[in-house]
């Protein structure tokens, strides 16, 4: 076992800067912090969008909805669900072309 002395001046000034950086990493991290997601998985999917579980794995398929597996368990983040819930409402709401009464 090594032992290192040093002065108490030096001592005390490395206990301010370290007390000082764990402040700073403090403060870093209570303004940083992230949302934690939640995740939904297949079955909840299907009741909140209406989805048998075919239709489910065609969106998963063709790339529509990103997903993350677990073994033989599929999860969904919320925040992709609520996209897919707002695209369909788009396209359910685009204005139809009325086509104007000809007779001939």
């Known amino acids: 076992m090594e032992v290192v002395t040093i002065e108490k001046r030096t001592f005390s000034y490395v206990c301010e800067r370290f007390t000082e950086f764990a402040k700073r990493i403090d403060s870093l991290c209570s303004t940083h912090t992230q949302k934690v997601e939640k995740w939904l998985d297949s079955q ?61």
């Open 44 to 104: 909840d999917v299907c009741l909140l969008l209406g989805f048998s579980k075919r239709t489910l794995q065609y969106y998963r398929s063709s790339g529509r909805l990103a997903y993350s597996q677990i073994g033989s368990k599929i999860y969904y983040k919320s925040s992709d669900i609520e996209r897919i819930i707002v695209e369909s409402e788009t396209q359910n709401q685009s204005p139809k072309q009325i086509m104007p009464y000809e007779k001939n």
